[in-house]
């Protein structure tokens, strides 16, 4: 469960004043973590299902409406926002200094971006197949062992042949982008175009983390930098169409900001949980606190509602603070059942995705590109009502099987 103790780290000048968090594994957020990836490569995968309620389906983006599949890709906003002050925190108990720690954030962000431009660029409708030299499951394929080569946690003999296989993955991406064509007639190379769930993600996690340095750990500098945000994205809709220059290119990143908004709020669901920079406290009056904060966010998304209907599709403001205020509350709950209800033993059973997180919402994309390339599809059958349903909640939890045989033999990808 939660180790007792916290870690008092000292910093180099640079680096701002954070917070001192609980030390070791926090069974509730990997519950979180875990249960989200679960949940993730189940509604993804029930993309296909028909005859079903639309409560399985993503909302339209005019339907100022939510289902719950709109509230995964949120959930895995915020467990970022949750890990934040903690990776932050780690990497300066290594002893990382200012530089070092900007530069492991960057790293982390481009490897994100890197990924959802390769994989939103591999989508039906962006590759023009006719001007490929290769299959674009084949050519996927290809990326997807890049990733492994340059992210993948292995042992080489020697740190050179280390850096040759990491180079050597650099090297194969770079080459995939040379074959890559795309457009109506082909003549496209990579483009960002939407930039891909993981994409979306690295942006709002690179902003996230600078924002969390700039307010040095502070709840109130947090919560207005998540209003800025909102305010941000409010400046957009109101100016934007008549702003030109460099201000409409600002303004045109709105959907960051409001993302980035979902991992703030994260961040602060952390800190009202596990940062001990005033002592112990009890967690009663944590749960208060993170109620405080969930009442909050339903009031603002509901009163922006009146200007900012629900929409995943826009990454309206409604749409963030009411998925935040969700997470908030379902974070509180596993805090009552693990924490205190001491009923832990069902996490073991999401771990493995809590682990690995990266593989699982990567490898779902590898079984696609294999069935493609050899002709393969699910049997119709399966693709409907309540059996397809059920079908791609038994398909996600192989995939939890297949990603803890891959975490036994240490086939994990870090970043």
Same mark, same amino acid.
């Given at each position: 469960?939660?180790?007792?103790?916290?870690?008092?780290?000292?910093?180099?000048?640079?680096?701002?004043?954070?917070?001192?968090?609980?030390?070791?594994?926090?069974?509730?957020?990997?519950?979180?973590?875990?249960?989200?990836?679960?949940?993730?490569?189940?509604?993804?995968?029930?993309?296909?299902?028909?005859?079903?309620?639309?409560?399985?389906?993503?909302?339209?983006?005019?339907?100022?409406?939510?289902?719950?599949?709109?509230?995964?890709?949120?959930?895995?906003?915020?467990?970022?926002?949750?890990?934040?002050?903690?990776?932050?925190?780690?990497?300066?108990?290594?002893?990382?200094?200012?530089?070092?720690?900007?530069?492991?954030?960057?790293?982390?962000?481009?490897?994100?971006?890197?990924?959802?431009?390769?994989?939103?660029?591999?989508?039906?409708?962006?590759?023009?197949?006719?001007?490929?030299?290769?299959?674009?499951?084949?050519?996927?394929?290809?990326?997807?062992?890049?990733?492994?080569?340059?992210?993948?946690?292995?042992?080489?003999?020697?740190?050179?042949?280390?850096?040759?296989?990491?180079?050597?993955?650099?090297?194969?991406?770079?080459?995939?982008?040379?074959?890559?064509?795309?457009?109506?007639?082909?003549?496209?190379?990579?483009?960002?175009?939407?930039?891909?769930?993981?994409?979306?993600?690295?942006?709002?996690?690179?902003?996230?983390?600078?924002?969390?340095?700039?307010?040095?750990?502070?709840?109130?500098?947090?919560?207005?930098?998540?209003?800025?945000?909102?305010?941000?994205?409010?400046?957009?809709?109101?100016?934007?169409?008549?702003?030109?220059?460099?201000?409409?290119?600002?303004?045109?990143?709105?959907?960051?900001?409001?993302?980035?908004?979902?991992?703030?709020?994260?961040?602060?669901?952390?800190?009202?949980?596990?940062?001990?920079?005033?002592?112990?406290?009890?967690?009663?009056?944590?749960? =208060?606190?993170?109620?405080? *904060?969930?009442? /909050?966010? &339903?009031?603002?998304?509901? %009163? #922006? $509602?009146?200007?900012?209907?629900?929409?995943?599709?826009?990454?309206?403001?409604?749409?963030?603070?009411?998925?935040?205020?969700?997470?908030?509350?379902?974070?509180?709950?596993?805090?009552?059942?693990?924490?205190?209800?001491?009923?832990?033993?069902?996490?073991?059973?999401?771990?493995?995705?809590?682990?690995?997180?990266?593989?699982?919402?990567?490898?779902?994309? =590898?079984?696609?590109?294999? *069935?493609?390339? /050899?002709? &393969?599809?699910?049997?119709? %059958? #399966? $693709?409907?009502?309540?059996?397809?349903?059920?079908?791609?909640?038994?398909?996600?939890?192989?995939?939890?099987?297949?990603?803890?045989?891959?975490?036994?033999?240490?086939?994990?990808?870090?970043?």
């Amino acid at each position: 469960m939660i180790t007792p103790g916290t870690t008092t780290v000292t910093r180099p000048a640079l680096l701002p004043r954070l917070n001192v968090l609980q030390a070791g594994r926090i069974l509730p957020i990997d519950a979180f973590r875990g249960l989200t990836f679960l949940i993730m490569v189940w509604v993804n995968e029930m993309h296909g299902v028909t005859g079903i309620s639309p409560w399985w389906k993503h909302m339209p983006g005019d339907a100022d409406a939510m289902s719950f599949v709109d509230v995964v890709f949120p959930a895995f906003l915020f467990i970022v926002g949750m890990s934040i002050p903690f990776a932050i925190h780690a990497r300066i108990a290594k002893g990382d200094g200012w530089l070092a720690l900007q530069g492991h954030i960057a790293w982390r962000a481009l490897a994100l971006i890197v990924m959802g431009v390769f994989m939103v660029n591999a989508e039906e409708g962006a590759y023009h197949q006719a001007s490929m030299a290769l299959p674009i499951e084949l050519w996927s394929l290809l990326f997807y062992a890049a990733v492994g080569l340059v992210w993948g946690v292995y042992r080489a003999p020697s740190p050179g042949l280390d850096r040759a296989l990491r180079l050597l993955g650099v090297a194969l991406m770079a080459l995939l982008a040379l074959l890559y064509h795309g457009g109506p007639d082909g003549h496209l190379g990579l483009t960002p175009q939407w930039w891909g769930i993981l994409g979306l993600i690295g942006w709002a996690y690179l902003a996230a983390c600078v924002l969390y340095q700039l307010s040095r750990g502070n709840l109130v500098g947090l919560w207005l930098m998540l209003a800025g945000c909102v305010a941000y994205y409010a400046g957009h809709r109101a100016l934007g169409e008549d702003a030109t220059g460099w201000l409409a290119m600002l303004l045109s990143q709105d959907g960051h900001a409001a993302h980035t908004s979902i991992v703030l709020c994260g961040v602060i669901c952390t800190l009202i949980y596990h940062d001990e920079t005033a002592g112990r406290m009890p967690l009663a009056t944590r749960h =208060v606190r993170a109620l405080a *904060m969930a009442v /909050a966010l &339903l009031a603002a998304g509901f %009163a #922006l $509602r009146r200007w900012f209907p629900i929409s995943k599709i826009y990454a309206t403001p409604s749409w963030c603070l009411l998925s935040a205020a969700a997470c908030v509350l379902v974070y509180a709950a596993l805090q009552a059942l693990i924490v205190q209800g001491d009923v832990d033993g069902w996490v073991r059973f999401v771990e493995p995705a809590a682990n690995n997180p990266l593989v699982t919402y990567l490898l779902p994309f =590898v079984v696609f590109a294999l *069935m493609s390339w /050899a002709g &393969l599809s699910w049997p119709a %059958a #399966l $693709r409907q009502g309540a059996i397809g349903i059920a079908f791609t909640f038994t398909y996600a939890l192989a995939v939890l099987w297949a990603v803890s045989l891959l975490n036994r033999l240490n086939v994990r990808l870090k970043l």
